[in-house]
């Protein structure tokens, strides 16, 4: 940040331990000094525009999507207004990875079990909204109450220290954040287009490998099947039930935690959740799954979370789980039945022989599933589709993760900007809009 922004000429200190020293002309003054915390009831139903609060954003929420996770009525939800500041602080001993700070910018209702602040017409509401939020991601609200509560309330945090500088500097601080955070986003966005194109360029590549085979000039045959077309003349067909048995062998709670992921196939739960405990309902109906066993998550096998399994452990009771037969061996070789099944055009199956339960929400049909017909080519061609898809999505992976990595970059370059910002560790008093738009090298400088 020094390299391009300026200090102010003179600090002092703060006298608040994650802020350190000051602009010498700022204060400090306790949260409830500057703002209330009204809370305002839906109680006569008129407000329809439900919103949540997500990823710190606060952005309409689908309700037709949400059926059977929403209350009966929304008349115990309190009314939010443009400019509103909105807090989730619940589960603050468990969850420390979400972000709990929200501005609104349209009127709608929300959970009355967020915290909803309105601040006095001296203080600028999008300077206090990232002036929280700095405190959010540098883990402040972690702190409060002892570590021992769960949530907290308005009381409990009331006397937060504000650091306040004047409302036209305050002004000109979200000005600048708005300009040069969207700058950065905007960056994020197109990091993340490129994943997309890569991620669709790796199911590609899988697809084409496992439905065609390798060799480009090989005779073809009709397979017989509508959806697969084609297929080289020396492959076979041979339906999921004679390759697989369904079973389900519980009572095996000392396992470790397994989930099947639309990306990452069957891995510990714990990899890709911080929170590594094991969920405190009751284990025993969890299923024992072994190498090579097929898991899949039946809700979501529409979206590719299916795969042969390369560790073992247990899963929930809610997904399918199949041991290969015997005339598996002989016929077929894991690592391309992974890559078969997972690739674009059996997920494609996976959908059409779902029941729709509700709104985007798909439940696989058991029998529907063990009909799809498994492409087999010789053993020999397997273990080559397979090394060469190893290969290739290798290759794929790398590039998904260096441009994962630039995302991360930017992430902690937006979050650096705006403490720096707010705390008064940068001058931006004397910043423009700039002119030009040549700012997407100065951003990645």
Request: hydrophobic fraction near 35%.
């Amino acid at each position: 940040m020094s390299g391009r922004y300026k200090a102010y000429g003179e600090y002092k200190e703060s006298g608040v331990e994650w802020v350190g020293s000051m602009p010498s002309h700022w204060t400090i003054e306790p949260l409830f000094s500057n703002c209330d915390a009204p809370i305002e009831k839906n109680s006569d139903g008129r407000e329809k525009n439900v919103l949540s609060l997500s990823y710190g954003n606060i952005i309409p929420r689908d309700v037709d999507d949400n059926f059977g996770l929403l209350p009966e009525s929304f008349n115990t939800y309190q009314l939010v207004y443009p400019q509103n500041i909105i807090l989730r602080l619940t589960d603050l001993q468990n969850d420390k990875r979400s972000l709990r700070v929200g501005f609104s910018k349209q009127q709608g209702i929300i959970t009355s079990a967020y915290l909803k602040l309105v601040f006095t017409k001296k203080m600028s509401s999008p300077f206090m909204y990232r002036l929280l939020h700095s405190y959010d991601t540098t883990k402040v609200f972690y702190g409060m109450g002892g570590g021992l509560r769960q949530s907290m309330k308005f009381e409990d945090f009331r006397r937060l220290p504000l650091l306040i500088p004047s409302f036209a500097e305050q002004t000109q601080i979200a000005a600048f954040l708005d300009h040069e955070t969207a700058k950065i986003d905007t960056l994020i966005g197109k990091q993340q287009q490129l994943i997309e194109l890569l991620k669709e360029k790796r199911q590609a590549v899988i697809s084409h490998a496992v439905t065609k085979g390798l060799d480009p000039d090989v005779p073809m045959k009709d397979s017989g099947v509508d959806w697969l077309g084609s297929i080289p003349r020396n492959w076979g067909c041979v339906s999921i039930s004679r390759m697989f048995t369904r079973i389900k062998r519980t009572g095996h709670i000392d396992r470790e935690l397994l989930s099947v992921y639309r990306d990452y196939g069957v891995i510990p739960k714990s990899s890709r959740d911080d929170n590594n405990n094991k969920p405190s309902e009751d284990l025993s109906p969890y299923q024992l799954v072994e190498i090579n066993n097929l898991v899949v998550n039946k809700m979501k096998a529409w979206q590719g979370s299916i795969a042969i399994s390369g560790c073992e452990g247990i899963v929930s009771p809610a997904y399918f789980v199949y041991s290969p037969k015997i005339i598996f061996n002989d016929l077929a070789l894991p690592k391309y039945i992974h890559y078969l099944l997972r690739n674009s055009i059996y997920i494609t199956q996976y959908l059409s022989r779902s029941k729709g339960i509700r709104v985007n929400q798909w439940d696989l049909d058991p029998d529907e599933f063990k009909s799809i017909d498994v492409l087999l080519p010789t053993k020999e061609e397997q273990t080559q589709i397979a090394a060469f898809l190893d290969h290739e999505t290798a290759k794929i992976d790398k590039l998904i993760d260096l441009q994962l990595q630039q995302i991360e970059l930017l992430k902690e370059r937006r979050t650096a900007l705006i403490s720096a910002a707010v705390t008064g560790k940068i001058d931006v008093r004397d910043w423009q809009v700039p002119v030009t738009q040549t700012e997407s090298d100065e951003v990645m400088a």
